[in-house]
């Protein structure tokens, strides 16, 4: 069966300072990967997706990349953090499937990311 | 622009009783809708989906309907138990049919409390 590991849970990090979140997924090769991110009281806003390996698509302008070095490895990432990069990031996988539109999302558990 | 949604208020129920939650889109016209659930700190689940052809999906005590005129999906769960108390996500695809992404573009959740 398939996982989807995230981590770190939680995550308090200075303004200013870098910041690396990883998640993997197991059990499926060439996923759709995605980076969500979830602030306090609204909905999941799109920030990357990636169809293959060093495949990355960025939604909106913002302080984070993400990259793909692996198959099923997806790393986000920012050089210097900004107050309002605080919020709940998600990282998802789905199947590929060329000309289908139906494949649901599997979501990780999640990292709390709070910038002080 | 293009808009989800759902109510931002939470929807408060005694327990037995339907819970009818809603989605409303605008400049969208989706080919399926998905509705997940999403306990506080994790990541969503993914419980239904409903094609535009579909005029209801059930599964167990959940149904969904999709009215494509109206622009508008009703989650409904019959039979509530305070284990249902959750936020409930709708989510629609943005994107081109055949393409190699499906980009889930989700509404901000209503969070619904089934009291004992």
């Known amino acids: 069966s398939q996982t989807i590991h995230q981590w770190p849970a939680t995550l308090v990090q200075p303004v200013g300072s870098p910041l690396s979140l990883e998640c993997t997924v197991e059990?499926?090769?060439?996923?759709?990967l995605y980076w969500y991110r979830q602030a306090a009281g609204r909905g999941l806003q799109l920030l990357f997706y990636s169809v293959g390996i060093g495949q990355i698509s960025s939604e909106v302008p913002q302080n984070l990349s993400a990259s793909r070095p692996q198959d099923r490895q997806f790393i986000l990432s920012s050089k210097k953090l900004l107050l309002s990069d605080s919020g709940f990031y998600l990282c998802?996988?789905?199947?590929?499937?060329?000309?289908?539109?139906?494949?649901?999302?599997?979501f990780g558990s999640g990292t709390q990311l709070s910038v002080l | 622009s293009q808009k989800i949604e759902q109510n931002s208020e939470a929807l408060n129920i005694q327990e037995g009783k339907t819970a009818t939650l809603t989605c409303n889109y605008t400049?969208?016209?989706?080919?399926?809708l998905q509705w997940y659930r999403q306990d506080p700190g994790r990541g969503p689940v993914f419980l239904l989906l409903?094609?535009?052809?579909?005029k209801e999906k059930r599964k167990e005590r959940l149904k969904v309907t999709f009215d494509t005129t109206l622009k508008q999906s009703l989650f409904h769960i019959t039979a509530s138990q305070p284990a249902d108390s959750a936020t409930y996500l709708c989510a629609l695809v943005s994107g081109l049919y055949g393409g190699a992404t499906n980009k889930l573009i989700f509404g901000t959740g209503t969070l619904l409390a089934v009291q004992p």
């Open positions: 400049n969208y016209s989706p080919a399926y």
């Open positions: 998802a996988w789905s199947a590929l499937r060329w000309g289908a539109r139906g494949e649901k999302l599997f």
């Open positions: 059990g499926t090769s060439n996923p759709n």
């Open positions: 409903i094609r535009e052809n579909e």
